[in-house]
């Protein structure tokens, strides 16, 4: 065989030309990272600069995928650019699950050691004993311990006079949260069938279903989105209830983000399949968009379970 290699034997790799959109990106993020820190801390225009980051982000994605969807339909792309795609969508996902289990990793060391230590457990007698004497480790916790017997150094006068215990309910998990369930895991079935429709192509099917998956999770959001009001409202849970009110808004809250940002995916992918796009051997937007929701709805299974039932 001879060493030297023409350049037929090699695949053509699209290099798009240069753009200015990642620039554009870094500026977003970096205002939507300074907004949200001075929302969180009450200071001004903190709210505007979140969303007027969050704007230019959405921008910004919004003109790189379509400019990504006109070189994918004019034939642009090799099989070695799917490939590169398919590794991409693969590590993000294993960057998103590897971001769920730092927030699990740490409800199960709160549950699991630290509300154990306050109570007592774990050579912890002389924290119970100066700041929680009346506390018994309970998970979900309702209530904050109050009555504190402060040590030596404490200058808080809130420590000092005792403050009564503030309470609230936790979220049940046969009501809203159950149907949610039910919802995520109908969505998974509707959008396999979607996917089946497309390697057998049947576009009628395919269009019906993977709609259908969309509007399921415009109802888990609406869903969701109630279930908050209930917990203001009613419940009295709020994310300065507690170690129970910060975990729980954490994990469903980040989950909800990742269902809203699935859910324009797959209303995206509903249009496109509307006009057309995608083949039985050229898919791999649908791919990633369904990738990405079964790993959604596996997340929730999780979260019902760990969150909501025990």
Same mark, same amino acid.
């Given at each position: 065989?001879? @060493?030297?290699?023409?350049?037929?034997? #090699?695949?053509?790799?699209?290099?798009?030309?240069? =753009?200015?959109?990642?620039?554009?990106?870094?500026?977003?993020?970096? +205002?939507?990272?300074?907004?949200?820190?001075?929302?969180?801390?009450?200071?001004?225009?903190?709210?505007?600069?979140?969303?007027?980051? +969050?704007?230019?982000?959405?921008?910004?994605?919004?003109?790189?995928?379509?400019?990504?969807?006109?070189? =994918?339909?004019?034939?642009?792309?090799?099989?070695?650019? =799917? *490939?590169?795609? *398919?590794?991409?969508?693969?590590?993000?996902?294993?960057? @998103?699950?590897?971001?769920?289990? /730092?927030?699990?990793?740490?409800?199960?060391? +709160?549950?699991?050691?630290?509300?154990?230590?306050?109570?007592?457990?774990?050579?912890?007698?002389?924290? $119970?004993?100066?700041?929680?004497?009346?506390?018994?480790?309970?998970?979900?916790?309702?209530?904050?311990?109050?009555?504190?017997?402060?040590?030596?150094?404490? =200058?808080?006068?809130?420590?000092?006079?005792?403050?009564?215990?503030?309470?609230?309910? /936790?979220?049940?998990?046969?009501?809203?949260?159950?149907?949610?369930?039910?919802?995520?895991?109908?969505?998974?079935?509707?959008?396999?069938?979607?996917? $089946? /429709?497309?390697?057998?192509?049947? *576009?009628?099917?395919?269009?019906?279903?993977?709609?259908?998956?969309?509007?399921?999770?415009? +109802?888990?959001?609406?869903?969701?989105? #109630?279930?908050?009001?209930?917990? #203001?409202?009613?419940?009295?849970?709020?994310?300065?209830?507690?170690?129970?009110?910060?975990?729980?808004?954490?994990?469903?809250?980040?989950?909800?983000? $990742?269902?809203?940002?699935?859910?324009?995916?797959?209303?995206?992918?509903?249009? *496109?399949?509307?006009?057309?796009?995608?083949?039985?051997?050229? $898919?791999?937007?649908?791919?990633?968009? /369904?990738?990405?929701?079964?790993?959604?709805?596996?997340?929730?299974?999780?979260?019902?379970?760990?969150?909501?039932?025990?």
């Amino acid at each position: 065989m001879s @060493e030297q290699t023409t350049n037929s034997e #090699y695949e053509n790799y699209y290099v798009p030309e240069k =753009s200015k959109l990642p620039f554009v990106g870094s500026i977003g993020l970096f +205002i939507t990272a300074m907004g949200a820190g001075r929302m969180m801390n009450d200071e001004a225009f903190g709210g505007w600069m979140l969303l007027i980051g +969050i704007a230019i982000l959405v921008g910004m994605l919004s003109t790189w995928w379509s400019y990504t969807i006109k070189e =994918s339909m004019s034939g642009l792309y090799s099989s070695q650019m =799917s *490939r590169s795609f *398919r590794q991409g969508m693969m590590w993000f996902i294993t960057s @998103e699950v590897m971001f769920f289990f /730092a927030f699990f990793g740490a409800l199960f060391y +709160i549950r699991a050691f630290v509300l154990p230590l306050l109570g007592g457990d774990f050579n912890g007698a002389s924290t $119970h004993d100066q700041l929680f004497p009346e506390y018994t480790p309970a998970w979900p916790m309702t209530e904050m311990p109050g009555d504190f017997i402060p040590s030596e150094g404490f =200058s808080d006068n809130k420590l000092q006079q005792g403050v009564a215990a503030d309470s609230w309910r /936790a979220m049940g998990a046969w009501g809203l949260p159950a149907i949610n369930t039910a919802i995520l895991l109908t969505s998974s079935w509707t959008l396999t069938i979607a996917h $089946h /429709a497309l390697l057998e192509k049947n *576009r009628p099917t395919l269009v019906l279903f993977t709609s259908i998956t969309a509007m399921l999770g415009i +109802i888990f959001l609406g869903l969701q989105a #109630y279930e908050y009001y209930e917990a #203001y409202a009613h419940y009295g849970l709020t994310l300065q209830s507690g170690v129970y009110g910060s975990t729980f808004f954490l994990l469903t809250g980040f989950h909800g983000m $990742h269902v809203l940002i699935g859910t324009i995916f797959l209303i995206v992918l509903s249009l *496109r399949t509307a006009k057309g796009h995608f083949t039985a051997k050229e $898919h791999f937007a649908f791919e990633a968009g /369904a990738w990405y929701w079964h790993f959604v709805d596996v997340v929730w299974v999780f979260l019902f379970i760990f969150v909501y039932m025990m």
